[in-house]
């Protein structure tokens, strides 16, 4: 085994610059990548986006109220209903009741509710044949 000995003169020196030659690299490929997919992106139909309103609406005393608790459990208004096929029948006493002029379906349904449940209500509306459907939910914070 042999070891060279050298003198400081001839030693390395220790670089303490940081190369960026890659990373100039990198930047300018990303900047040709956005530069050629920002058009692109931009590039869309002309469409007026509606804004947001959040204005209250006044119930209606025609409107259905619809109450789906967190255990499935459906309310007509306030009154507990024993299936969904109560549910169903008196839909549809309400639309040959109310003929063309077919009241709202308000669903209100609770946050820990699964969509199952939900679900279930707005099939059996569609099966009674209502029209509009809706639901109400909480107003997002103002601020």
């Not at 050298?6 to 020196?13: F, K, L, Q, T, V």
């Not at 990548?33 to 006044?58: C, D, G, M, S, Y």
Request: aromatic fraction near 4%; proline fraction near 7%.
């Amino acid at each position: 085994m042999s070891f060279q000995l050298s003198s400081g003169a001839e030693e390395d020196e220790v670089l303490s610059a940081i190369n960026t030659t890659p990373l100039v690299d990198v930047m300018l490929v990303l900047l040709i990548i956005f530069l050629i997919t920002i058009p692109v992106v931009t590039h869309t139909a002309p469409v007026a986006l509606p804004k947001e309103t959040n204005q209250p609406r006044q119930a209606k005393l025609d409107n259905i109220n619809l109450a789906v608790a967190a255990d499935g459990e459906v309310y007509w208004n306030e009154q507990a209903l024993a299936s969904s096929d109560e549910l169903l029948m008196r839909l549809q006493q309400v639309v040959q009741q109310a003929g063309t002029q077919q009241p709202e379906v308000q669903v209100r349904g609770d946050a820990d509710a699964p969509y199952e449940f939900v679900g279930r209500v707005v099939r059996t509306c569609q099966q009674a044949g209502i029209d509009k459907v809706g639901f109400i939910v909480e107003p997002p914070p103002r601020g």
